[in-house]
């Protein structure tokens, strides 16, 4: 098990940058690999980026691949997702959840992801 907090979320212009952090309790946190999703208001949450618990994969939603980046540092237990160029429609509450098994692959499925923040919200003003 494995408790996750979101942090660096904001309010920026358009065409700015933001990096979200998302830290991990337990030593168990370089054993799983990490998304980002995000909800926009009267939307359902949607895949962003992902993980492998070794940082040796990434994968990326199509809107945002050019745009994003993520990257994690075991040994601060933390994954980052360093966003630039941001738009209005990247607004949404951004949460970071861990796969629901120790050592299984990243997914953009969300159904597989067992653990969730509490999310933290990125506002983009054009």
């Known amino acids: 098990q494995v408790q996750l907090i979101e942090s660096g979320g904001g309010s920026v212009q358009a065409g700015e940058s933001l990096t979200l952090s998302c830290t991990g309790s337990?030593?168990?946190?370089?054993?799983?690999?990490i998304g980002w999703f995000r909800q926009a208001p009267e939307k359902e949450r949607e895949f962003v980026a992902a993980?492998?618990?070794?940082?040796?994969?990434?994968m990326y939603n199509d809107s945002v691949k050019d745009r994003f980046s993520i990257s994690r540092d075991n040994y601060k237990n933390t994954v980052y997702l360093q966003m630039s160029s941001l738009k209005p429609e990247d607004t949404a509450v951004y949460y970071c959840?861990?796969?629901?098994?120790?050592?299984?692959?990243?997914?953009?499925?969300?159904?597989?992801?067992?653990?969730w923040g509490q999310g933290t919200q990125v506002t983009v003003s054009s």
């Open positions: 337990g030593h168990t946190f370089s054993m799983y690999s």
């Open positions: 993980i492998r618990y070794s940082g040796s994969t990434t």
């Open positions: 959840a861990a796969r629901d098994k120790l050592y299984y692959n990243p997914s953009s499925d969300i159904d597989l992801y067992q653990y």
